[in-house]
């Protein structure tokens, strides 16, 4: 029975061009319900009567924590879940169970620590974040009731992947789906009915995580699932350490992700100040719906390159390969280009003051020109990740943010002023996005080569 389940997704025998797209929809709406959970905190929170941007801004500080807690998700979801397609195209359906069993141990052991951690030192870490007097109070309690659901955060993003692994994007996307509607009913009553501000907008999420992760294991734990999550299988092995060398890569770039925020909200209160820092958590904010398509366009592409290459017909992985490519560098132009051509308007989604629509209408254009370029990036870890080439992945993870956009941010302002971290980013993501595709092309023919001799 799972196999056959495994094999009725079609991810080795449809024709790919339209496997990827159908695969890749489901994707796109669940990654966009679950960017919504921060997209949603902040549209209501940046319009509560009177503090609405104070609030909003403690809230953006906090972002950086929600991507740490994220991240860790990925290093165990998004590594095990590659490793498990790769099994499923091997034929090997056991030991793909095993491996989703085993990362759900750890899943519930790492959402555990960082519960007790970020909890004990939340205030003095939102402080070196860049928390000022007027911000710090919003931030303390937003992220208090947020970390009691970090368990479920942990389950139901990490979990998730195994279901989008099997080619299960639409079963994937309902998951997100049910959380999001649940989020989107409640933050509005807890927020301005029930009185709760920021802590409202906590508790809906912790409630909305909740439902979903029940979801996800159910169906997990069903017939339904051609790996299935069985009580046995929730232990701790050294099958984790293949998938977690595969999750480092997008652990990497969300940890470093949540460092440069960091590096940002605390440069741009010490040269701008908290209307700097509304602006970049407005912009971020934006940055995740063209974040949401690129990511879905990789999940749901993703398994049809790993069950393929696992399978080893090199001829299904290389269509995928060109989908990965042609999908990330369009979708991120295209959505780049309407932001940057319409800042103002987007900004007054989240606010309605002047000089904050006036520093993201001034700066979007400049922080989102060289995403389109940095989509060749984006397909090129979409490729090496559903290969499983881990290193190579870790190295380019690693390149954008820490070896180039950290220092750059640090740096520039010290020349050019508070504009230099904003310009900080274009050159960061074109430059990384060459490196990554010349450094693909070879990469590749030494993989097709290697497999060409056994």
């Known amino acids: 029975m799972a196999a056959t389940n495994a094999l009725d997704s079609g991810l080795g025998t449809k024709p790919v061009p339209r496997l990827a797209l159908a695969l890749s929809v489901p994707t796109i709406v669940a990654q966009g319900a679950n960017a919504s959970y921060t997209i949603i905190d902040r549209l209501f929170i940046g319009h509560i009567p009177g503090h609405g941007n104070d609030a909003m801004t403690g809230v953006g500080i906090c972002f950086p924590i929600l991507l740490a807690v994220s991240a860790f998700a990925s290093l165990i979801g998004a590594g095990g879940a590659p490793r498990a397609s790769i099994e499923l195209g091997r034929g090997n359906f056991k030991k793909a169970e095993r491996i989703l069993g085993t990362s759900t141990a750890f899943l ?66 309902v998951s997100v789906l ?27 999420n912790v409630i909305a995580q909740l439902v979903s992760t029940l979801w996800i294991v159910a169906f997990l734990a069903s017939g339904r699932s051609a790996i299935r999550l069985r009580p046995r299988d929730i232990r701790f092995d050294r099958l984790i350490l293949p998938a977690l060398a595969l999750g480092l890569a997008p652990f990497i770039m969300q940890i470093t992700e949540c460092l440069i925020n960091v590096v940002f909200n605390v440069g741009l209160q010490r040269y701008g100040g ?5 602006s970049i958590t407005i912009i971020t904010s934006l940055m995740q719906i063209v974040s949401v398509l690129t990511a879905g366009f990789q999940q749901g592409i993703q398994p049809i390159i790993g069950y393929n290459f696992g399978a080893r017909d090199m001829d299904r992985v290389r269509q ?3 989908m990965a490519f042609l999908t990330q560098i369009v979708s991120a132009t295209a959505l780049v280009s309407i932001l940057a051509a319409f800042p103002g308007f987007f900004a007054g989604w989240f606010t309605d003051k002047p000089d904050v629509i006036a520093i993201v209408t001034r700066m979007m254009p ?79 023919r030494r993989i097709r080569a290697q497999l060409a001799e056994r």
């Open 108 to 173: 519930i052991a790492t959402a555990l620590a960082l519960t007790v951690i970020l909890q004990l030192a939340k205030r003095p870490i939102l402080v070196a974040f860049g928390a000022s007097e007027a911000t710090l109070g919003y931030a303390i309690d937003f992220i208090g009731v947020y970390l009691i659901g970090t368990l479920f955060v942990q389950l139901t993003l990490g979990l998730n992947n195994f279901i989008s692994a099997q080619g299960k994007t639409t079963i994937a996307m």
């Open 366 to 444: 400049i922080f989102v020109s060289g995403w389109g370029i940095f989509g060749i990036q984006m397909g090129v870890q979409c490729s090496l990740v559903g290969m499983g080439q881990a290193k190579l992945s870790i190295f380019l993870a690693i390149l954008r943010k820490v070896i180039l956009l950290v220092p750059l941010a640090l740096v520039l302002p010290y020349w050019i002023g508070v504009n230099g971290i904003f310009i900080a980013e274009p050159i960061s993501d074109a430059t990384s996005g060459i490196v990554a595709g010349i450094l693909f092309f070879f990469t590749y």
């Open 274 to 278: 908290d209307d700097y820092v509304t």
């Open 178 to 204: 049910l959380g999001t509607g649940v989020s989107l009913a409640l933050d509005p009553v807890f927020i301005f009915v029930f009185g709760w501000g920021v802590r409202g907008a906590a508790a809906a």
């Open 320 to 322: 995928a390969i060109r």
